[in-house]
């Protein structure tokens, strides 16, 4: 089944300690994002990946960290999470300006 | 600045009737424009996408406009179902040698029985 996967779903975590999300495709795209979504803000990119070691900042990168070193991952990492991280986390991947398919979400709680 | 803007930002209908959501853009190079549904707490799903040449596309009860020339979609739900209370979310691609998606804060319907 084609499909994008997010680990965790739920995370609860305290300020200052390093996690990362991961996510995976399993339909051979070349572009793939990560999103935040807070109440009110909508979807806010936060980092984006054209293909393997090609990525580049969105619209709100600050305190996250990225890496595509294969084209089916693409793993966001929180060197130091802090509360305003507090967020629904959304991965999505695509063809080259085709439609995103999004994973199920990480919703990420930082106390 | 590339913006996109929907409206309203939420709306509550009864099952049985239709209704419109409005997403207007300043995005340029323009691409295209899709619309998602996105249920509470899960990603985006695709609804419709439409380039610059069409007008309309339908996708069963969802129909998708386009006016490219006054930067204006809407979106047509008819006979809504239960199942429609979701967020409609307008995202606009602009193509200017990388794709960049443009996300509007979509507009939350409710259908009450």
């Known amino acids: 089944e084609a499909q994008v996967t997010q680990n965790p779903r739920y995370l609860i975590t305290v300020t200052g300690k390093k996690l990362t999300v991961t996510c995976s495709q399993n339909?051979?795209?070349?572009?793939m994002s990560w999103y935040r979504q807070d109440p009110g803000l909508g979807l806010r990119q936060i980092y984006y990946?054209?293909?393997?070691?090609?990525?580049d900042k969105g619209d709100v990168p600050e305190g996250y960290k990225v890496s595509r070193k294969e084209k089916r991952n693409f793993p966001l990492i929180l060197e130091s999470p802090s509360p305003n991280q507090t967020s629904l986390y959304f991965c999505?991947?695509?063809?080259?300006?085709?439609?995103?398919?999004f994973g199920p979400g990480t919703r990420l709680l930082v106390l | 600045k590339n913006q996109v803007e929907q409206s309203p930002q939420s709306l509550i209908i009864l099952e049985g009737k239709n209704c419109t959501l409005q997403c207007n853009y300043t995005v340029s190079p323009f691409s295209n424009l899709r619309w998602y549904k996105q249920d509470t707490g899960r990603g985006p799903v695709s609804l419709t996408i439409m380039t610059f040449s069409e007008n309309t596309k339908s996708n069963g009860r969802y129909t998708a406009t386009l006016d490219a020339d006054t930067k204006q979609s809407s979106l047509h739900i008819t006979a809504s179902q239960l199942s429609d209370s979701a967020s409609y979310i307008c995202v606009v691609s602009a193509n200017s040698g990388t794709y960049k998606y443009i996300f509007g804060t979509g507009t939350r319907l409710k259908v009450l029985a």
């Open positions: 339909m051979n795209h070349e572009y």
């Open positions: 990946s054209m293909n393997v070691e090609v990525t």
């Open positions: 999505a991947s695509s063809p080259w300006g085709e439609t995103q398919y």
